[in-house]
């Protein structure tokens, strides 16, 4: 199927089917599967993913391009559309509270607001595949040295995995950034609950509030706290107040919210 791109929605669509193949096989797609795909564009990647799974439900914000897209997946029956917005959607609903995973080659001007989205989702998926501009795929893989904010809260919540890289010819039209596929997998039993995860997200936050400065200093001038007191309270729980926040581990992260987050804030959560 032909359709001339939008550029004022992002739209790059996938032309590449070693990529496609590499997506599909990422998510393990079985007879029994509800895939939601994000984005599904011209359909090239919809259409595989229709012989292979139970059901496919596209989820496309092009009120012009969903119409298109319907009449050429006709000949499918278990194939259905949601012109919304996936950003707001309610994927419990949507998906009947069945399990399901996504598929999306996310449009790179959302990607993170997306992620963030999935990741605080209550009807969360099994899993994820989805398709970022490489730089966002490195910050959300990051390993202790280079983490961000959003590398801790992701790799909290889920297994992540690279897939593989995408170079930018594998679309039409071809972005001025190559791509990655990252694979993510929720996690069981997260330390992170619906009642923590806000003020979890807050202490980094703080944290990662300067990113040339260290923790101590981070966390004395955003939550406005002697930075004597921070240096003690980072020392209790094992921590160097010299670091900079992007060399904790997970685990630091997690023992120092537990140990000292009610001090750090002043408050009850």
Aim: net charge negative.
């Amino acid at each position: 199927m032909r359709y001339r791109a939008q550029k004022s929605l992002g739209q790059n669509f996938i032309n590449d089917e070693n990529v496609i193949s590499a997506a599909i096989n990422a998510a393990d797609v079985c007879n029994d599967d509800l895939i939601l795909e994000i984005g599904p564009g011209t359909g090239k990647l919809t259409r595989p993913l229709l012989g292979l799974a139970r059901r496919v439900i596209g989820i496309e914000l092009d009120q012009n391009l969903a119409p298109k897209l319907s009449n050429y997946l006709s000949e499918f029956n278990n194939f259905s559309l949601i012109n919304e917005d996936a950003r707001y959607l309610d994927y419990k609903q949507v998906t009947d509270g069945q399990p399901y995973k996504i598929i999306s080659n996310l449009p790179y001007y959302a990607a993170t607001f997306f992620l963030r989205t999935f990741l605080e989702l209550e009807h969360k998926p099994e899993l994820m595949v989805l398709m970022f501009q490489k730089e966002v795929a490195e910050n959300v893989l990051a390993t202790p040295g280079s983490m961000r904010l959003l590398s801790v809260i992701t790799q909290m919540l889920c297994y992540s995995e690279k897939i593989c890289d995408v170079p930018k010819e594998s679309f039409e039209p071809a972005p001025k950034i190559d791509s990655s596929i990252v694979k993510l997998v929720p996690k069981q039993g997260s330390f992170i609950t619906p009642i923590n995860y806000v003020p979890f997200c807050d202490l980094l936050r703080a944290g990662f509030s300067s990113p040339r400065k260290t923790i101590s200093n981070c966390l004395s001038n955003s939550l406005h706290k002697p930075k004597s007191e921070c240096n003690s309270m980072l020392l209790n729980c094992g921590i160097d107040p010299q670091r900079r926040a992007e060399t904790l581990e997970l685990a630091e992260w997690e023992f120092l919210f537990d140990n000292s987050y009610e001090e750090l804030f002043s408050l009850e959560w």
